[in-house]
């Protein structure tokens, strides 16, 4: 009998081997300025929005530089999933400053990416991904980052996803206290009313060894069709950084 680890696995999905499946990776990163608040691990340290009815994204910088034909970033792409949680994308021609409002009509957004930038190779400013409402802020992408990190996922319609690992750095930063830091992992189906989020794994990080601390998480997560996933940390000190990353394979159910 061959035995294959999670890593060989997801060598083997992200290559092309493994008919009906999909690779994925999830970043995320977040800066703590407020301790012992909750957040999901995303550049906009806040709680991405799930909402229950699809919307429109708008985008918009703070620099007149990151627009179609300027020296920062030009064009970004929106992947996600529509009303019927089937995965779609989307090509945003930013506008500088000016708002610029998409097409397409996303429930959730997975991943924000910049595709082809002028002379500075990246963004300029802040880029903010915005629903109808646009205090709900779906993702941010940081100056000179050209991606926003976002450690949230929901499993598509039709498929089964499996969480094969999770790694994280935590960092402290000038000023901030030698923090402990709890990373969860919460689960929850879709088009329930009022269901609680399940927690998968819950693994706290003592850092007051190290400025720097690297872990490992569990793994052997499954999650069926319609399953919101979020990362969350919790820092019980402000000027704390997370890296995050988790390794996500996506089969036909």
């Not at 970004?76 to 400053?97: K, P």
């Given at each position: 009998?061959?035995?294959?680890?999670?890593?060989?696995?997801?060598?083997?999905?992200?290559?092309?081997?493994?008919?009906?499946?999909?690779?994925?990776?999830?970043?995320?990163?977040?800066?703590?300025?407020?301790?012992?608040?909750v957040?999901?691990?995303?550049?906009?340290?806040?709680?991405?929005?799930?909402?229950?009815?699809?919307?429109?994204?708008?985008?918009?910088?703070?620099?007149?530089?990151?627009?179609?034909?300027?020296?920062?970033?030009?064009?970004i792409?929106?992947?996600?999933?529509?009303?019927?949680?089937?995965?779609?994308?989307?090509?945003?021609?930013?506008?500088?400053?000016?708002?610029?409002?998409?097409?397409?009509?996303?429930?959730?957004?997975?991943?924000?990416?910049?595709?082809?930038?002028?002379?500075?190779?990246?963004?300029?400013?802040?880029?903010?991904?915005?629903?109808?409402?646009?205090?709900?802020?779906?993702g941010?992408?940081?100056?000179?980052?050209?991606?926003?990190?976002?450690?949230?996922?929901?499993?598509?319609?039709?498929?089964?996803?499996?969480?094969?690992?999770?790694?994280?750095?935590?960092?402290?930063?000038?000023?901030?206290?030698?923090?402990?830091?709890?990373?969860?992992?919460?689960?929850?189906?879709?088009g329930t009313?009022?269901?609680p989020?399940?927690?998968?794994?819950?693994?706290?990080?003592?850092?007051?060894?190290?400025?720097?601390?690297?872990?490992?998480?569990?793994?052997?997560?499954?999650?069926?069709?319609?399953?919101?996933?979020?990362?969350?940390?919790?820092?019980?000190?402000?000027?704390?950084?997370?890296?995050?990353?988790?390794?996500?394979?996506?089969?036909?159910?």
């Amino acid at each position: 009998m061959t035995f294959i680890t999670n890593k060989d696995y997801f060598h083997e999905v992200s290559s092309g081997r493994v008919a009906g499946s999909t690779a994925d990776i999830l970043t995320g990163f977040s800066f703590a300025a407020i301790p012992d608040v909750v957040y999901d691990i995303t550049d906009v340290a806040a709680d991405v929005p799930r909402p229950s009815v699809a919307e429109t994204m708008t985008v918009v910088s703070s620099s007149t530089a990151d627009d179609d034909g300027n020296t920062g970033m030009r064009t970004i792409v929106l992947r996600g999933l529509d009303v019927n949680f089937v995965e779609v994308t989307e090509l945003i021609t930013l506008d500088g400053t000016s708002s610029v409002v998409g097409a397409v009509s996303f429930i959730r957004i997975h991943e924000i990416i910049g595709i082809t930038a002028g002379s500075l190779l990246t963004n300029d400013g802040i880029i903010v991904i915005q629903g109808t409402d646009t205090s709900d802020v779906y993702g941010t992408i940081l100056p000179g980052i050209s991606v926003a990190r976002i450690a949230t996922r929901t499993i598509p319609a039709g498929k089964t996803g499996r969480v094969l690992g999770s790694t994280w750095d935590v960092t402290r930063q000038s000023g901030g206290a030698m923090p402990k830091i709890a990373v969860v992992a919460l689960l929850k189906t879709t088009g329930t009313p009022n269901s609680p989020w399940i927690n998968a794994f819950n693994t706290t990080i003592d850092s007051s060894v190290a400025n720097v601390t690297s872990i490992e998480g569990p793994t052997g997560i499954t999650l069926p069709e319609k399953t919101d996933l979020r990362f969350t940390w919790q820092p019980d000190t402000k000027n704390v950084i997370i890296n995050f990353r988790s390794w996500l394979v996506l089969e036909d159910a």
